[in-house]
């Protein structure tokens, strides 16, 4: 079946700093790849999407790359700000099948 | 455009009981997903409606049963409550036109706890 890794957390960074999340996935044929974003007391947003190999996703100064050799889709943003201090998930869903296989999910924390 | 809203907030169940938790999807989808997050832990699909019937199910219990209807809203009711079952519980519609992934929107969850 489908799953999704990704390291676990929290993340704690100061301000400015780099990000990286590293997610990893298994699935049959060529999913689509998906990082949300849920801040505290609310419901999970779209952060950014990638739907087929080398693929790369961005939003907000957040990227991923779809890589299928290595079956990965980490997350980067060069420089955090305390508002991207959120719960991030990686998630994939198998083609034709609109539905998401989530990874446990990494807390972020940015402090001033 | 209104976006996908999810009742009641927070609900209290005691072991045993059943419970039912409402969806109203956006304005123009047609299909609505349920997913429960546990504490600590990733969403995981119990089920998906689409056009009033059931689309594909995840691992859980046939106790979990959902409902759509012909304004594409949705209930999941849960019956004979566990302790398990306490959770967020997160409904996200999409306009599925066949084919590739449709992105799915999501309400800001029904906080249920069971005692």
């Known amino acids: 079946g489908n799953s999704v890794t990704q390291m676990e957390g929290p993340v704690t960074l100061s301000e400015e700093a780099f990000l990286t999340i590293n997610c990893t996935y298994t699935a049959t044929g060529y999913p689509s790849l998906f990082w949300y974003v849920q801040y505290p007391g609310e419901g999970l947003q779209l952060l950014l999407k990638?739907?087929?190999?080398?693929d790369k996703g961005s939003n907000k100064g957040f990227e991923a790359t779809y890589r299928k050799e290595t079956t990965s889709f980490h997350l980067e943003k060069g420089s955090v700000q305390v508002s991207d201090s959120a719960v991030y998930f990686c998630a994939l869903s198998d083609q034709g099948y609109s539905t998401l296989t989530f990874g446990k999910g990494t807390m972020l924390l940015v402090s001033p | 455009e209104t976006g996908v809203t999810q009742s009641p907030t927070h609900l209290i169940k005691t072991r045993g009981q059943q419970v039912t938790l409402r969806c109203s999807s956006q304005s123009g989808h047609n299909t609505v997903s349920w997913y429960q997050q546990a504490l600590g832990q990733g969403p995981q699909f119990i089920f998906q409606y689409y056009r009033e019937e059931e689309n594909g199910r995840g691992n859980f219990p046939p106790r979990f049963s959902g409902l759509q209807f012909p304004n594409y809203s949705s209930e999941l009711n849960v019956n004979a409550l566990e302790l398990d079952d306490s959770a967020l519980y997160l409904c996200?519609?999409?306009?599925?036109?066949?084919?590739?992934?449709?992105?799915?929107?999501f309400g800001p969850g029904t906080r249920l706890t069971v005692l």
């Open positions: 990638a739907t087929k190999a080398d």
């Open positions: 996200a519609s999409s306009l599925e036109t066949g084919g590739s992934y449709n992105e799915q929107f």
